[in-house]
């Protein structure tokens, strides 16, 4: 686990493939996205943030200032490092507060090409109950989730799903430590209003945790270290593909006073997604040991289109992995203070075209529908809510 890894790529295909093989999980073939639906796995081997390879690979680290977090904050890429941590090459985001808005600065790392949605995701990561220096009592948010544009307030197609927000010194109006799962259906960033579902553990995850989700047949279900730790359904289930991002930002500064700085740093082992397979947390981490035992350090199959054929499910392998993130159970955090949200009643048939639009129903690209008089048609495929009324949401429904 001390060594320095080095990429390989091409030549560890069949190698990782075979190793995939052995423990009962389906590799997808690289010849033929429209057959398979492929997979990300990224082991951070960087030299820098100034790699070539970040940004070939889809990586981008922020440097624009804005939202979340302290007003007046800065967002610098120096912020984004790829250290060497307890014998891992790790991506690592470091965020500093002197307890004023010009001396504090935030980290976000993110796969900014948004195409992602179904599947499992997986990322080990070693989260902190405290600065490595300075003084303590920070508001602090360490998190790793995926996230669609708002194109406007209450955008009914914006998706989110938060698999970990870790408060150590709470915020938003709670104690710490406390980390949260969210998932969004909309929002309206002022006056503030939050639409989704939440859960949340008020314990310590301080060190190294395997934080995972799997989103399919209408559920997203969030895991710490194995431990299923929530499951949310209903309008909430995202609806556009989304960026996968990692970031570390103060939610304000009233947890100490203005003085010496605090650092605090956020570190990510790996990240991994299998696009539209629902892989159980032990055949996801056996994924990352064949890995690592092939010696890819990065792959990225992932199929762009939703055409493609998820792979066979994969037999619960027999062997435990060897790299085990240390052992405390955890929770993930989410987004912003949860206003939990009411399920709806999954649809069982879609209706054929001239129909009258109901709600709870799915709806296909390209069906007819009439409501209050009018025709519509539909624009992108998606499972009707009360208050999608056609004449309500432009986004989903075309006037004839």
């Excluded at 995701?121 to 220096?133: E, Q, V």
């Excluded at 960033?189 to 949340?200: G, I």
Aim: hydrophobic share 35%; glycine share 8%.
């Amino acid at each position: 686990m001390g060594r320095k890894r080095t990429i390989a790529v091409g030549a560890t295909v069949a190698a990782t493939a075979g190793a995939l093989a052995a423990f009962g999980i389906a590799a997808a073939p690289s010849s033929s996205a429209a057959t398979a639906c492929g997979a990300l796995f990224d082991d951070f081997s960087y030299s820098s943030r100034t790699d070539p390879a970040l940004s070939q690979r889809g990586w981008r680290i922020r440097g624009e200032a804005g939202g979340p977090g302290v007003p007046g904050a800065s967002w610098p890429a120096d912020n984004v490092s790829f250290p060497t941590v307890d014998g891992q090459r790790v991506a690592q985001l470091t965020a500093r507060t002197n307890g004023t808005a010009a001396g504090t600065s935030h980290a976000e790392f993110s796969q900014s090409n948004r195409r992602f949605l179904e599947g499992t995701y997986l990322a080990r990561i070693k989260f902190a109950d405290a600065p490595s220096t300075g003084p303590e009592g920070d508001h602090v948010n360490q998190t790793f989730y995926t996230i669609s544009p708002l194109a406007a307030p209450k955008d009914p197609m914006y998706s989110e799903m938060d698999f970990s927000e870790y408060l150590p010194n709470g915020g938003w109006g709670e104690a710490g430590p406390i980390n949260y799962q969210t998932t969004w259906y909309t929002y309206v960033p002022d006056p503030w209003y939050a639409d989704n579902q939440h859960s949340q553990q008020a314990r310590s995850i301080a060190g190294w945790h395997d934080v995972m989700a799997t989103v399919a047949d209408g559920h997203v279900k969030y895991y710490i270290d194995g431990a299923l730790v929530g499951d949310h359904s209903g309008k909430v289930y995202p609806r556009q593909k989304m960026s996968i991002d990692f970031n570390q930002w103060f939610i304000d500064l009233a947890g100490r006073p203005s003085g010496a700085t605090s650092v605090w740093q956020e570190s990510i082992d790996y990240v991994f997604h299998a696009k539209r397979q629902v892989l159980t947390p032990s055949q996801a981490t056996a994924a990352i040991t064949a890995y690592r035992s092939a010696g890819t350090t990065h792959t990225d199959t992932v199929a762009p289109a939703d055409d493609c054929t998820p792979a066979p499910p994969a037999t619960t392998p027999t062997t435990r992995p060897a790299t085990t993130p240390p052992a405390t159970p955890t929770t993930a955090p989410t987004a912003t203070p949860p206003t939990t949200r009411p399920t709806t009643t999954a649809p069982t048939t879609a209706p054929p075209a001239g129909t009258t639009w109901a709600p709870n129903v799915a709806y296909q690209q390209g069906q007819i529908v009439t409501y209050a008089g009018k025709r519509y048609q539909c624009r992108i495929a998606h499972t009707s809510l009360v208050t999608w009324e056609p004449p309500n949401v432009a986004a989903l429904w075309l006037p004839l």
